[in-house]
Each structure stands twice: as structure tokens, then as C-alpha cells.
């Protein structure tokens, strides 16, 4: 029995190393034996812990370097370590086969049953101290497999020198280490359960990588840091509210800006903290959502193909660099969205695809766990170890890294089983639905969860369709996010805004058609890095006319955007109305700024979101009909919009109006609920911001005439191409 485990352990085959290697008795009382396996060495002796006394050579049995010391003398067991004799050097270390358990029985019974809520504490790579030795932890879940072992730089990479112990109840492989560190690479050598070696794979909660197109982990460790931010944690809650303003700006780490001094090299999260932050601040955005900063193999996915889902990219620096971003964020007062991918995952070889050799994390029915459009492999969200390690996931980046919430991509195409697939190509669900059960509960879930432990957080939804609910507390039969993009009124929007303004008046309602639904979820408007890239060019480029027309209409779209209900989202290079379509691989083109019909928007977005934040009735009823009436809905021969938005205050009105053709409209008479005097907080004609200054609006007075069903009505002249805001504050 002996020699076939031997053989077993030489040719990497064998399932439970722990029961060969190390320190034995064969019956109790007897004596001790030591087993170790270390091919290329000559010879190797048994040594004492305490005290460094030899306690016996060990005799070489298998050519490849299996080693047994029988000690006939020794009857109990006793801590040791091993002198080896290599062909060029003698080292003396400890036997990794001496050590216990890594996990312990709460962990292994967690594990198990997949509600490890903190799982990434266990799984993975963990410098710590085991029996008074300094090492590192290792824990891998590949229940199928037939064999595992870690192979890194503490093992020159040899799959045979490092076979992990198997917790068979709960499918998990674990082993200590002791000499690692952290900093050195690692990655598990899995033999399939039919006897497959696969290919090296990635560890699935490694806390770093190695910087593409290299693609190991790297052993980092749950290290403390010195956060700075408690004030912020303390009192971010309400920045979170439904009630509170929220622009956010979505950026793309690796463009926003480049080095190109140095090889067009990305900046590092310390240049983001320093450069980006202050700039989000200046503009006045209380968000930065970045497109995912999960570690991802191939930089034209923009991330949304990560592999390291519990690594932030090494692109920009190290873990704790991010933590300092985080920080800088913070101390700004700004908050930190992840755009974050639960939906799919690339196939790899050194990813979660075929883990240990079988469909573990994916589904192993293609109908169900690939997705055609995207080339990637859908979550068993069904298994309760997948759907556990993605919980962990999330509330990892809200724990362990501070951030401020969830924008989670791509949520129709977990929603529905048919979702981009032809009638064949896809399963019903046990009720013979197409809705996806599995994937639903797992939302929910995500969604209890991030709220009910980090208060203060938001979720987000990427969700293109007319699913019900998605917004709204689990139990009133939602699915739990805070937020909803409202991908339906970008759509109408943009569309109408690209049309000649002499056919807008046939288009009219796709600027009112979002108020049919606008409160049936607590939207985020938003014109996010998919309107800017596959060759639907920038947004001053989707504009018509000539070049002031373009900007002209730029800029009162904004005003619409900024005024209208919801929340407010703009991708990086809008602000700057930047001429070229978003590219991953280049900056932004800031000398765009030099040129003041640029620097004019980027005024215009920095004014609009202050007085989005300041003025009440613009964001406090965001997302409650309350706060909005039209004033003018249909004036579509003129191509003009009027309407109110109201605060908390009953007394504090502001009045927008909206002319999208190039005509001013002049003694254009609105109707306004309360009498006074209404002051321009913002005129996207003026000439600060780029535009013509010909049509200036300050101050106007109410008169007794009823109009548009009111009992007081303003006159002014609707500049061409423009928005206006009009604040009534007071008695």
C-alpha cells in the first residue's frame, strides 16, 4: 500500500498527500517515520526543531527523490524540520507535510453549505503563522478534482513538490506553505477527476495579479490599512439617499488620461488620486463610477471581462494604492462606485472555465452557461458554492476597499433565459418560463445584503428593459437595487437630439415620452461610454448642423438632462465635448480646453452640476411625482418644453424652458404656478458657456395672466438652441 502511494505521489497522481508525506506512526506506541518527496535532492536528514539536533538521515527509496526516515528510536511524534543536500547548496526548512488543518470546522461547515459570507478570509492565499512558523495559507475550491497542487516561486513551479490536502466535505483543497511570502507568484495545478492535467489556473479570490499579459497571482494577503475616511463612512448615508443630488462621472481608469512622456503609460491610482479627484471635485460631481477595475487579461474588454474579481488591476498600482485612491475619493467628498460583472466571465485557460475539470463555477449546458454575443461563460448562480462566492464578492469591494456601492453591468441578460438567443437555443425554467429563477433569487440576495451591511451604499442596475420592480425593495417584490438606468429615455432622447431640428417637431414626444414611467423606478439618466464607442462617435459628433449648432445643441441637452427627474450620469470626455470617439488605448483629448467652445461645455456641466446640488426642487423628488409638473408639453410647432420642478419647500418653484431649434422664440409667454420674481440660474446660450450671450435672460417678473392653466405667467425670449433655468424662491 505504501509503494503505490509512493508511486502515486512521484507521478503528481495522488489525491491525499497528507496520509503519505510527513511524520508517521503505523501503529500507536510505535515508532516514528518521516516521508518527504524532493526531487534533485542527494540526501536528507531529519532535524529537530528545538534545539537543531539531528535525529536521523532519511534513506532515498524512489529515484525521483522519495525520501523515508525510519526513526526506531522515537515513539512520539515531535516538531522537525528537514537538511537537505542539493547539488549546489545545503538548506534546512520546515516539511510543509508537518502542519494541520488551514481551515477550521465553522469554515469547512460554511463552506459547504454556501453561506461563507467572508469565504475570501479562508479561500485563497493568507500569510499568517502556523505553529510558530511564518508561511502562507492556501485554500482552493475544486471538489472534482483528482489532484491539486499550488505551484509558484517558493516551488520553482513543480506541480509534484506542493499536493494539497483535500477537506472532502467541503470540496476544498488546502495546504500551508511555510518560507512563502507575500509578493510571490502562485498558481494551482488541478488534475481533472478523469486524470486531465489542466492548465495552470488563476487563483479565483486572489487579492493581486501580475501585471498583463502576464497572468499568475500574486500572494498579497488581507493586510491592514490606516484609513483616513471615518468621518466620510460615518455620514455617507445620506449621500446615498433617493433625496440627495447624485451626478456621477464615469471614468475609464486607463484613458481619463495617459503618460505619453513615458511610452503613453496609464497613470497609477497615486497620479489618479492626485489628478482625477480633484478634478471630479472641481467639476462638482458627488460620484466616480469606474468601468470595472476588477482584474481583466485583455485591455480592449475595458474590464468587463475580469478573471481577478477580488483583485483591483495591477495597471495602476498595488492594492494598497488603490486603497489610497479610495481615500483620496473620500477625503474629497466624493463617493466611489465599482462597475461591477457578476453576469459572465471569459473562457481563458487561466480563468474559472472547466475549474477542475469539470462545469463547476458555469453551466455545463451551453443554452444555459454561454453567451454567443460575448464569447463568455455564465455563472451557475443555481449552486449555492458560485452563487456564495459572488455574494462574498461583492460585500468584499464594500468591506475590504470602502467603496461606496455596486453598478451592476449587464442585469437583463441575467434576467432572462432567452435573452439574446433564438427559440432553440435556450431552457425553460421549472415553471416553463423564461425567467431566470436562479439568478433572480442571487440578485435579491446581492441586494439585501449590500444594504443591510454597509449602509450608506447604492446599487445600481444596467437593466434595458421593462422588468418590474428592479428599483424596488425585495419585500415588495422588487429586486432590491437602489437604482435603474433609464437606458429608454437615453434612447429617445439621443434620437430626437440627432435629428435635423427642422424634423424635430414630428419627434416631439421622445423628449416627453420618459415622464410616462419616469417614477415607476428611481432612474439614472445616463450617457454612459456605450453611446461613444463602435462607431456611434462622441456626442458633439451625434449633434447636426454646423459646428456652433452642434455645441448649441449639446449644451441644451445637457440643461435638459440636468433639469429632468433622476440622477445623472455622464461618461468621461462629454464634459469636454470631445470630438473623437472614446478610445481605450489614447487620453482624452484635453487641449480640447484650450479652445473656448470646449472650455465653454466643460463650464457648463461644472454650473449645472452646482446647481443641481445646491437648488432643492432639482433633485430632492428625483424619483417621486411630487416634484415635477409640465408647464408646456406639446408645443411641438415650436419645438419648445416648459416645466416646473418642485422641492420640500412649497415656495421654492424652478421653471425650465427648453427651445431645441435655432429660432429664438421671443415673448414666449409660460405660465408659473406662484407670483414673484424668477432669476436665470442657467442659460446654455450664454456667452461664458459658449453661446451666442444675444438673448440674455436675469431676472423675470410674474403677471396676473393666466396661461398654460396657472395663474400667473412669465415672458421671455427662448434663445435658439438653448435651455433656461428659472428660480422662484420665496414669498
Known amino acids: 500500500m505504501l509503494q503505490g502511494g509512493i508511486d502515486a505521489i512521484v507521478r503528481a497522481d495522488h489525491g491525499d498527500p497528507f496520509s503519505i508525506l510527513g511524520m508517521h506512526q503505523l501503529q500507536a506506541g510505535g515508532p516514528v517515520e518521516v516521508r518527504t518527496f524532493l526531487p534533485g535532492a542527494e540526501r536528507v536528514w531529519v532535524i529537530e526543531a528545538d534545539g537543531g539536533a539531528v535525529a536521523g538521515e532519511m534513506e532515498k527509496i524512489h529515484p525521483d527523490g522519495f525520501f523515508l526516515g525510519r526513526l526506531p528510536e522515537r515513539r512520539d511524534r515531535f516538531r522537525y524540520r528537514l537538511r537537505v ?21 465553522l469554515d469547512v461547515h460554511l463552506l459547504a453549505e454556501g453561506t ?38 517558493f516551488c520553482d513551479w513543480d506541480g509534484r513538490r506542493l499536493p494539497m490536502r483535500r477537506r472532502v466535505e467541503a470540496g476544498v483543497w488546502e495546504i500551508f506553505v511555510p518560507h512563502a511570502q507575500a509578493g510571490q507568484r502562485y498558481k494551482f495545478e488541478i488534475r481533472g477527476a478523469n486524470g486531465d492535467l489542466l492548465p495552470l489556473k488563476a487563483d479565483p479570490v486572489a487579492f493581486e495579479g501580475e501585471l498583463r499579459p502576464a497572468n499568475a497571482s500574486v500572494v498579497h494577503g488581507l493586510r491592514d490599512y490606516d484609513w483616513r ?62 468601468l470595472p477595475v476588477t482584474e481583466h487579461p485583455f485591455d480592449g474588454s475595458w474590464g468587463y471581462q475580469p478573471i481577478g474579481l477580488y483583485a483591483p488591476t495591477k495597471r495602476h498600482g498595488s492594492p494598497e494604492d ?59 448562480f443555481g449552486r449555492r458554492e458560485v452563487s456564495n462566492y459572488l455574494l462574498g464578492n461583492a460585500l468584499f469591494w464594500l468591506d475590504h476597499y470602502h467603496l461606496d456601492g455596486l453598478r451592476v453591468d449587464a442585469v437583463a441578460s441575467m434576467l432572462y433565459l432567452d435573452y439574446s438567443r433564438k427559440a432553440d437555443q435556450w431552457v425553460p425554467n421549472q415553471f416553463g418560463g423564461r425567467e431566470n429563477l436562479e439568478s433572480i433569487a442571487f440578485l435579491k440576495r446581492m441586494n439585501e445584503l449590500a444594504y443591510g451591511n454597509h449602509p450608506g451604499t447604492v446599487t445600481v442596475a444596467e437593466e434595458s428593459t421593462a422588468w418590474p420592480g428592479v428599483s424596488r425593495p425585495t419585500w415588495l417584490g422588487g429586486l432590491g437595487f437602489g437604482y435603474k438606468w433609464n437606458m429608454g429615455w437615453m434612447h429617445d432622447t439621443l434620437s430626437y437630439m440627432q435629428k435635423d431640428p427642422i424634423h424635430r417637431r414630428y419627434h416631439h414626444h421622445q423628449l416627453t415620452f420618459g415622464l410616462v414611467y419616469q417614477f415607476s423606478e428611481n432612474f439614472v439618466l445616463p450617457l454612459s461610454h456605450d453611446e461613444v464607442v463602435h462607431g456611434k462617435g462622441s456626442l458633439i459628433t451625434k449633434m447636426p448642423g454646423d459646428s456652433w449648432q ?107 424652458v427648453g427651445g431645441f431649434t435655432p429660432i429664438p422664440r421671443e415673448n414666449y409667454r409660460v405660465g408659473v404656478s406662484l407670483p414673484g420674481t424668477y432669476r436665470c440660474l442657467v442659460n446654455t446660450d450664454d456667452a461664458r458657456f459658449g453661446g451666442s450671450g444675444s438673448f440674455t435672460v436675469e431676472t423675470l417678473e410674474t ?8 395663474p400667473y405667467s412669465v415672458t421671455l425670449t427662448v434663445p435658439p438652441l438653448a435651455t433656461v433655468v428659472l428660480e422662484r424662491r420665496g414669498g
Open 85 to 105: 543536500d542539493f547539488p549546489l547548496a545545503t538548506m534546512e526548512f520546515e516539511d510543509v507535510y508537518r502542519f494541520g488543518n488551514v481551515l477550521g470546522e
Open 116 to 153: 461563507h459570507l467572508k469565504a475570501y478570509e479562508r479561500l485563497g492565499a493568507h500569510p499568517r503563522e502556523l505553529d510558530g512558523v511564518q508561511g502562507v495559507a492556501f485554500a482552493v475550491w475544486a471538489p472534482n478534482a483528482r489532484r491539486v497542487s499550488v505551484v509558484g516561486d
Open 229 to 290: 475616511d471615518a468621518e466620510w463612512m460615518r455620514t455617507r448615508a445620506a449621500a446615498g439617499e433617493r433625496t440627495a443630488p447624485m451626478c456621477v462621472y464615469e471614468v475609464h481608469l486607463g484613458s481619463w488620461a495617459r503618460v505619453p512622456e513615458e511610452g503613453n503609460r496609464f497613470l497609477t491610482y497615486a497620479e489618479l488620486a492626485d489628478r482625477l479627484v480633484p478634478y471630479a471635485r472641481d467639476m462638482g460631481f458627488t460620484h466616480i463610477e469606474m
Open 322 to 380: 488603490f486603497k489610497r485612491f479610495v481615500d483620496a475619493c473620500h477625503e474629497a467628498g466624493i463617493g466611489l462606485l465599482l462597475d461591477w460583472v457578476p453576469g459572465h466571465f471569459p473562457t481563458d485557460p487561466h480563468g474559472l472555465g472547466w475549474f477542475d475539470g469539470t462545469h463547476l463555477y458555469e453551466h455545463a449546458d451551453p443554452r444555459q452557461g454561454y453567451h454567443m454575443d460575448w464569447n463568455t461563460l455564465i455563472y451557475n
Open 550 to 656: 452642434k455645441f448649441a445643441n449639446l449644451r441644451a441637452y445637457y440643461g435638459f438632462m440636468w433639469t429632468h427627474p433622476g440622477k445623472k450620469l455622464l461618461f468621461m470626455g462629454g464634459e469636454i465635448a470631445q470630438w473623437r470617439e472614446w478610445n481605450e488605448d489614447a487620453s482624452l483629448d484635453w487641449h480640447l480646453t484650450d479652445d473656448p467652445m470646449h472650455k465653454g461645455v466643460q463650464d457648463l456641466i461644472r454650473t449645472l452640476n452646482g446647481v443641481y446640488r445646491s437648488c432643492a426642487p432639482l433633485h430632492a423628488f428625483d424619483c417621486d411625482p411630487q416634484g415635477f409638473e409640465w408647464i408646456e408639453a406639446n408645443d411641438s410647432d415650436n419645438c419648445v418644453l416648459a416645466f416646473l420642478r418642485k422641492g420640500p419647500d412649497p415656495e421654492h418653484h424652478v421653471v425650465v
Open 703 to 710: 403677471e396676473e395672466v393666466p396661461w398654460h392653466g396657472r
